[in-house]
């Protein structure tokens, strides 16, 4: 009987998040192979995606918790050293930087010969620290929360651990050179690969019919955003740009999400008096069937790694603005031949391109067309050449 080979994916937690959607989307594809056994190990089997994981995925629940802390070091590496030794995968994929470095340890702890992949999927982290403290210098930066040694010392374990891994995969070019930059690696060390974004379970949430009044036909225009109540996405720049558009055109703008800034939002929002136009309903798990009833999508990000938005957007044939922003907007919209890039934090120009891409539309074929360049196909090639299991 050939040996089925064991690969487990290594996350915080399952909450929703585009990170989360595509672990999910690579274990829904490699769940289809026969000669192939997948673990989802989680420090705490926790989030919204829970009840979306494939059945014969195991979720291994380390009842832990990973964070910037130095207790992380003292729990959570001993707990994934635990798993490794028990039960011997052939690979490992981590994703996120302190998961990252805390897999590394571990496979040395328990002297594990696991194939190490590290997978980030947005700025190398000391970057990530100073522009979410640039953006907003009176909070704490959700990364760099409160002080602590590991927090410091993360950027210098990151030196030193991800040469070690068997591969670093980041998920735009922009992200790769950077990194490599950041962890002082040889150009070319960190490969690429897009994230898996489009799949036949994608297109056919798309043709539901979205469950927001708003959507349904003889509506004004609607805008939407998708993505975490958070400072990266710059939904103030966003509400601003909307109310400037108003001022012109009949339309309305639909933000999914949730996150920490959500009565900051709601008090912009009534400020500006747009409470009529503008909605924020919670997250769902259906955001696709927005997409394809909505005139247009917007990404007003300060930064990111590869927003899977804009991808899912085109998939569904919805136009395109975004900020052009680091990494991934100007990579997957080839700089503007698929959608409209403005600067970011720029209200004006973010709502000159929102109005034009209601009165001159693109094709949505060849929206679809280019966003099947990031389909699940080919990003499950690329990891299996990694993993060596192709």
């Known amino acids: ?112 010969p696991v194939r190490l992949i590290l997978v980030e999927h947005t700025l190398p982290f000391n970057r990530l620290v100073q522009v979410e403290t640039a953006a907003n210098p009176n909070a704490k930066s959700p990364t760099h929360n409160t002080p602590d040694l590991l927090t410091t010392l993360l950027p210098l374990m990151m030196r030193g651990w991800y040469p070690r891994a068997h591969a670093v995969v980041t998920v735009s070019h922009g992200m790769a050179q950077e990194l490599e930059t950041a962890l002082s690696m040889k150009s070319g060390s960190v490969q690429v690969i897009y994230n898996p974004v489009v799949d036949d379970s994608l297109l056919q949430k798309s043709r539901s019919a979205p469950d927001h009044p708003w959507l349904q036909p003889e509506q004004p225009p609607v805008f939407i955003a998708v993505g975490r109540l958070t400072v990266q996405k710059d939904y103030p720049t966003l509400i601003h740009a909307f109310a400037k558009l108003r001022q012109q055109e009949s339309a309305r703008l639909i933000i999914l999400g949730e996150g920490e800034s959500r009565s900051e939002l709601e008090s912009l929002i009534h400020q500006l008096d747009l409470t009529a136009d503008v909605s924020l309903p919670s997250v769902t798990h259906n955001p696709y069937a927005y997409m394809s009833h909505a005139s247009v999508l917007v990404l007003s990000s300060k930064w990111e790694g590869l927003p899977t938005v804009l991808i899912e957007a085109m998939a569904c044939g919805c136009q395109v603005v975004s900020t052009n922003c680091p990494h991934g907007p100007s990579e997957i919209l080839d700089q503007g031949k698929y959608g409209w890039l403005v600067p ?42 990694i993993m060596s299991l192709e």
């Open 1 to 112: 009987m050939t040996h089925k080979k064991r690969i487990a994916f290594l996350l915080k937690t399952l909450e929703v998040g585009g990170i989360e959607r595509v672990v999910l989307n690579l274990l829904g594809a490699l769940a289809k192979r026969q000669d192939i056994q997948l673990d989802l190990v989680v420090a705490q089997a926790k989030g919204g995606f829970l009840e979306q994981v494939p059945s014969n995925v195991r979720v291994i629940d380390l009842n832990t918790c990973i964070e910037n802390r130095t207790r992380s070091l003292v729990k959570a590496v001993p707990a994934i050293a635990g798993y490794l030794r028990r039960e011997k995968p052939d690979v490992l994929l981590a994703h996120l930087p302190i998961v990252n470095v805390l897999a590394s340890i571990a496979k040395t702890l328990a002297r594990s």
């Open 344 to 385: 970011v934090e720029d209200p004006s120009s973010l709502a000159s391109a929102m109005k034009a891409a209601l009165h001159n539309s693109m094709d949505p074929e060849k929206l679809t067309r280019r966003a099947n360049d990031f389909g699940l196909a080919q990003a499950i090639a690329n990891y299996l050449a």
